[in-house]
């Protein structure tokens, strides 16, 4: 209730400065039409770090090598290295360190292993643009199984782990603990 | 009559086209003597007829200022700009999975998710909201070259920053259009290229200032800045104002996409990983004189830009003698919000070797850092994102003005 009212204020004061006079803001325009079932399961791919929006299907790492293989290796290199091209995928430092801010070198060294905050986004980054030079065009079978294959490569799952809807956002990343909210805008000394 | 005048026209634009090729051999490098081909003009252009009108009015062959190219970016010249608004053909690139393609006949844009009626919206739908006109700068978060040695030109130093005068609906109407749900919180926006560039936004600042840019300096958006409708967040940085933006989607969570957790982080000496840092700190920098230029003793005017994601540009000091002694800039007027300002400072330089920085303070009273500052506040690798030191020029006693350079770390 209390946060109802904090949105009409702030609806009421943004009307006050966008180019609706304050006696259309309480009114609707009418413009737009309602957007089908159809038409949002078509375009809505995003995925959540909780598992909404995943699809049925699951596979392993084993699954994923050949697709890998097949789709991902020539820019990615044989086991996740990256090439000048394209990012390093696989890799953990040991115990986990996380020594990115001693150096703008070790930029290229964040992997899915020791940076990557969820699982999840794994899914929701291959199959929105992977492969780069046909993208959109794996299947959901395929994405898992490369997803599967990912997390394997960097020690973060067993090789016959089944990945699907259920157990990806279950999967604990390492570096899941280091990510913080901004904080620069409380104050205005230098962070 | 209609034909003729059509061959006139033709005639001409052949003409141009000529001479501008001409131009860009002779332009083509700063590093490359400006001698040579120029274009052909009258001894006297008050005794030959001048040329015919045209249905695009081109840049003078004299002037070619150009984008500099990157795999996935191109930089803004902007030590060869006035003012503060940058051309749309010149304002800075980077995409994700190159530029599409859309017919804005069949662009749409989805809302959905924590909302009252899941809406469709066409094109000409957007259009007929109320609009609003805004003038803010755009800049990459990744926008600085650490370690730049001293022949590095603004452009390539930081040219990831433009400013547009934008034109599009609120996000805020389009929101009590479709009924916002008041809890949800975040939203994601989407966009229509082969990336399918996806970030999540808080829908606070949907009720304070984003919009829904359709319009560019008076024009359409230019497809590589998002042709037919984007994403625009004042002050923020650059991958949130998603281009092409064909879905948004109401939620109580952020997504977590691939764009706000591996990339465009920070990871900090205290080994935290800063996540969703919008704003684009203050910054400014002296734009002219810059390398490769060459200065005579005498009055010069350094002339730069300062911005700030947090409000308007409170002040900016400029020193002479690397940092020294500071004296306050002039700000050009109006100081817009969110928005490149343009400064000058009058200084009659004696010839003798001399540092000159410039400094920027936004209206919240936060002031441009220096690297030491940045890095002692982040540690040396925290980057490459929001990094906005102060840098400076220096004046040789034989004129040329070269990049001050100061080791990152």
Sequence with gaps: MRRAGLVLAAMMMCAGCDAAPPHVAAQRFGFGRPATAAEIRALDIGIMPDGTGLPAGSATAADGAPVYAAKCVACHGASGEGTPVAPRLVGRIPRDAF?????????????????????????????????????????????????????????????????????????????????????REASTRVR | MTTSLSRRSLLGRLLAGATGALATMAFGRHDMPLQGAMPAVPPDPTKVPGGPTSVLGARSAFESPERILFATASKTPLQDLHGTVTPSDLHYERHHGGVPGIDPERYTLLVHGMVERPTVFTLADLKRFPAVTRTHFLECSGNFTPNAPENITPQELCGMTSQTEWTGVPLATLFREIGADPAATWFLAE?????????????????????????????????????????????????????????????????????????????????????????????????????????????????????????RIATVDVSVDEGATWQRATLETPVQTKAHTRFRYLWRWDGREATVLSRATDETGYVQPTVRELVEARGPGAGPYHLNPITGWRLKPDGRVLFRTEPWA
């Excluded at chain 1, 070790?106 to 986004?121: E, R, V």
């Excluded at chain 1, 291959?126 to 599967?148: C, F, I, K």
């Excluded at chain 2, 958006?221 to 002050?235: D, E, M």
């Design chain 2, 191 to 311: 966009g229509e290229d082969a990336a399918v560039l996806a970030r999540s936004i808080p829908v606070s600042k949907a009720w304070d200032d984003a919009m829904i840019a359709y319009a560019q300096n008076g024009e359409a958006l230019r497809p590589c800045n998002g042709y037919p409708a984007r994403l625009l967040l004042p002050g923020w940085e650059g991958n949130t104002n998603v281009k092409w933006l064909r879905r948004i989607e109401l939620a109580s969570e952020p997504f977590m996409t691939r764009e706000e957790t591996s990339k465009y982080t920070e990871a900090l000496k205290n080994g935290t990983a800063r996540q969703f840092s919008f704003v684009i700190d203050a910054r400014s920098i002296i734009t002219n004189p810059c390398y490769p230029e060459r200065v005579q003793p005498g009055w010069i005017e350094f002339r730069g830009l300062a911005w700030s994601g947090r409000g």
């Design chain 1, 99 to 183: 020594p990115f801010a001693q150096s703008l070198a070790l930029q290229d060294t964040k992997t899915i292993g020791n940076y990557w905050p969820y699982a999840t986004t794994i899914f929701d980054y291959v199959r929105r643009a992977m492969p780069q030079n046909h993208p959109g065009s794996l299947t959901d079978h395929e994405v898992y199984a490369l997803t599967a294959w990912l997390l394997w490569k960097n020690d973060i799952v067993k090789a016959d782990a089944v990945i699907d809807a259920r157990t990806l956002p279950a999967v604990q990343m390492p570096a899941r603990h280091r990510f913080v909210r901004d904080d």
